[in-house]
């Protein structure tokens, strides 16, 4: 490229000719000169300004000839390499593997194992990664309002795995034909476990669920012994033998054998099973009050736990400590309480109220919990409830339990999403003034003062 000034020097019909040979060579090696300059000029500024491409042909490279400096440079912003996938054979080259309820899966925790150790980025954190399922029905809703509460529900959903650095994946076709409504959940789950062999857990959450604690995380540690961990109570199933002693609207699945075959006993008292007639009754006569004569999800797991206990108890945690998931009755009408105990705590402790970026807001919680203490758990705490879920109101249909009109229950969503969505918009600077009120916001006041410091 050449300057304007020289371009403009090369054409201009103004400029002289010399009279001799000399000049003319004289100006000519100038002007070559002074293009050459202004070449090496551009190339330099253009070259510290521009990143070089890389090209690096090791990205399609057999993870074995690959050291350890290779993989952390080829690492991307997420701390694994999502740009690599080895032509090491892996268990995705079976052709006998499937992702189908109907066809099993055998010796998932060596194939598991051996894909990490061929994907070597993802193998470190690999305990702690949880992917996000949820889903809903393929065909649009016969509620007016379902579709815009099941697009708040999932918008939910995504703030908070987008804030606890989790996947997500959001489901709505049936991906087996005969297990519909709450049966639909299973297939998902065996597919999201093959799909991500990366991640430790797979935590299926209804549609009709949604956090209420954007900050809180699951205590994993508390779970290390465990395989699969559900919101209930012992003495409920053993003692009461109830249908409602735990809500398997919410659970918690670990990404390996043990929950494969889970999955493959649980749902054979599903739709997709020839016995499946015969389950609803057994079900119904093991647990009196289960108010429907059809085997569903929730008293075919209570049915394993308190039939075979030897055999499952020991590696289901029935998590009954916080609101792993909460009924909405008992919840919604203490969300001003908690919005103001939680105010009151923050007026006192700046570095609390302190303005901070989304990205760390686990820090922020972790300040919290010192402050928490007296708050309490579950029934009548002030504490923020992790998941409010909304049993026996379906945003969709717009059918709901007879227990209460369907006003409550359309009502409360807005309340409870409102209640979720001021927690991460005041990352962002607003909050809705009132709960009930979806379409307001207000500006959060900067009233930190300005002597006391950050800390």
Aim: charged share 25%; proline share 7%; aromatic share 14%.
């Amino acid at each position: 490229m050449v300057s304007p000034e020289f371009s403009h020097l090369q054409s201009s019909p103004m400029a002289k000719p010399r009279s001799r040979s000399c000049w003319c060579l004289s100006d000519g090696f100038l002007l070559f000169g002074c293009a050459f300059l202004a070449l090496l000029l551009v190339w330099s500024f253009w070259s510290f300004f521009t990143p070089t491409p890389n090209f690096d042909p090791t990205l399609t490279e057999p993870s074995s000839k690959l050291n350890k400096n290779q993989v952390d440079c080829l690492e991307s912003g997420f701390g694994v390499n999502l740009k690599s996938d080895p032509r090491d054979p892996t268990f995705y080259d079976d052709p006998e593997m499937s992702y189908s309820l109907e066809k099993p899966v055998k010796d998932w925790d060596e194939k598991r194992k051996e894909w990490l150790k061929h994907h070597p980025s993802f193998a470190a954190g690999a305990r702690e990664r949880i992917v996000l399922v949820t889903g809903s029905q393929p065909k649009p809703c016969k509620n007016p309002i379902g579709d815009h509460l099941l697009l708040r529900f999932f918008k939910n959903k995504v703030d908070y795995c987008r804030i606890h650095g989790y996947d997500i994946f959001y489901n709505n076709l049936l991906l087996h034909p005969k297990m519909g409504s709450y049966w639909a959940k299973l297939p998902v789950v065996k597919a999201a476990m093959l799909a991500h062999p990366e991640a430790e857990w797979i935590w299926w959450v209804d549609s009709d669920a949604l956090f209420t604690d954007m900050e809180f995380k699951l205590p994993l540690e508390r779970y290390k012994n465990h395989n699969l961990v559900v919101h209930g109570w012992p003495k409920l199933i053993y003692q009461s033998k109830s249908w409602t002693s735990l809500n398997a609207g919410v659970f918690l699945i670990r990404n390996c054998q043990w929950s494969m075959d889970l999955i493959n006993t649980w749902s054979s008292m599903g739709p997709m099973s020839k016995d499946y007639k015969k389950w609803g009754p057994i079900q119904r006569s093991t647990f009196k009050d289960k108010l429907f004569p059809e085997s569903d999800d929730q008293s075919a797991l209570i049915y394993l736990l308190y039939t075979e206990k030897e055999k499952y108890y020991d590696h289901i945690y029935l998590e009954g400590e916080f609101y792993f998931e909460g009924y909405w009755v008992e919840i919604i009408g203490g969300y001003e309480n908690t919005t103001e105990r939680y105010l009151e705590i923050e007026r006192g402790v700046p570095k609390l109220r302190r303005r901070h970026a989304e990205k760390v807001s686990e820090q922020y919680a972790a300040f919290r919990e010192e402050f928490l203490k007296e708050a309490g758990n579950g029934k009548g705490s002030w504490r923020r409830p992790l998941i409010t879920h909304f049993t026996g109101c379906q945003p969709c249909s717009g059918d709901h339990n007879q227990m209460y009109d369907g006003e409550s229950c359309w009502n409360g969503m807005v309340k409870a999403l409102n209640f979720a969505d001021n927690q991460v918009l005041r990352n962002y600077g607003f909050v809705h003034p009132d709960l009930r009120d979806s379409s307001t916001v207000t500006e959060v006041p900067f009233d930190y003062p300005a002597d006391e410091g950050p800390w």
